[in-house]
Nanobody, 122 residues
Framework: VQLQASGGGLVQAGGSLRLSCAASGRTFSTYNMAWFRQAPGKECDFVAGISRSGSTGYADSVKGRFTISRDNAKIAVYLQMNSLSPEDTAVYYC?????????????????WGQGTQVTVSS
């Protein structure tokens, strides 16, 4: 599966952005999907994941602010980000895993998009 993330940009603190990840391949619905982010000088961290059945999981830092969703008909996954803060500034990546669970570790994901930059100004 090939992934392409979009929707990043510059936003003020307290604002919102919606990231999209377009996927290719007729097997998209069989993959668990996730968003990760990497800030300069930091590791790539799990943000949110959604299973093939629609179950979701979130990092504690984004719970209540971010919402992940998927549209299997459109072969896409989304990340709605609200109440953004400068600490959310990072490159955001979408990723796909063929495993049975929502994995919080990047190593479990075999397919990655190219990343989209999110910058939150204070």
């Amino acid at each position: 599966v090939q992934l392409q993330a979009s929707g990043g940009g510059l936003v003020q603190a307290g604002g919102s952005l919606r990231l999209s990840c377009a996927a290719s391949g007729r097997t998209f619905s069989t993959y668990n999907m996730a968003w990760f982010r990497q800030a300069p000088g930091k590791e790539c961290d799990f943000v949110a994941g959604i299973s093939r059945s629609g179950s979701t999981g979130y990092a504690d830092s984004v719970k209540g602010r971010f919402t992940i969703s998927r549209d299997n008909a459109k072969i896409a996954v989304y990340l709605q980000m609200n109440s953004l803060s400068p600490e959310d500034t990072a490159v955001y990546y979408c990723a796909a895993s063929a495993g049975p669970l929502i994995y919080y570790g990047a190593a479990y994901y075999s397919y990655w998009g190219q990343g989209t930059q999110v910058t939150v100004s204070s």
